[in-house]
Structures are given as C-alpha cells and as structure tokens.
C-alpha cells in the first residue's frame, strides 16, 4: 500500500466523508509512512506502538475494513507484493545491504 502523490483529502467535507476509524487509521498512516509505502504488518506494529484506539482484542484485522474505505476513495493505493522470482519476495529497505564474500556492508 501506498499514498500517491497529490492525494491528500483537502476540504472539510471530504475529511467528514470517511469513517472515524479510516480517519484514525489515515492520521496513523501520514504520521508514520508518508508517501512511503507500507504493509498492514507495519500498521499493526506501529498501532500498538502508540496504543491506537482502533485495536480490538481478538480481531487480527481490524485494519482491513478502514484501510479499504481509504483505497476506495483514492487516498491510498493497492500495490501487490514485490516478487522477484517465482516463489520468492523482494524486500524493501531503508539501507542498501551489500553481501560480499568476506564481509557486509551497509
């Protein structure tokens, strides 16, 4: 997931269009990702980090149904998981890791 450029919900009103809990869950993502994209995983992490309201004891998914009114509206974009070969993830970091031989570097 990710925040496009030039996606921001501007007026009063379209703020007042969403749901308190994809309001919330939109503050927590701007906050903490920007425009850098992001995974539920890490919407999870960073909520109980901070004690977000949103989450709900026993419901691993809380996230999902805010998280789809966002999409839905344009303010955040699907992406699908980066795949490098078959059967196989890319993984997306801050540092660049380099593997030699003898030795890493960061």
């Known amino acids: 997931f990710m925040r496009p450029p030039g996606s921001s ?3 009063f009103v379209e703020r007042q269009a ?3 809990q994809a309001s919330t869950l939109l503050k927590l993502i701007d906050r903490r990702f920007g425009q850098l994209a992001f995974c539920p995983r890490w919407i999870v992490q960073e909520a109980e ?3 977000l309201s949103l989450l709900k004891e026993g419901d691993q998914r809380w996230w999902s149904r805010p998280l789809d009114e966002l999409c839905n509206v344009g ?3 699907r992406y699908p ?3 490098d070969a ?5 993984a997306q970091f801050e540092h660049t890791v ?3 031989s003898k030795a890493k570097e960061v």
């Open 75 to 77: 303010v955040v974009r």
């Open 18 to 20: 969403l749901s308190r």
């Open 81 to 83: 998981p980066l795949a």
């Open 49 to 51: 980090r901070t004690q």
């Open 98 to 100: 380099l593997l030699g």
């Open 9 to 11: 919900l501007t007026s």
């Open 86 to 90: 078959p059967g196989s993830y890319t």
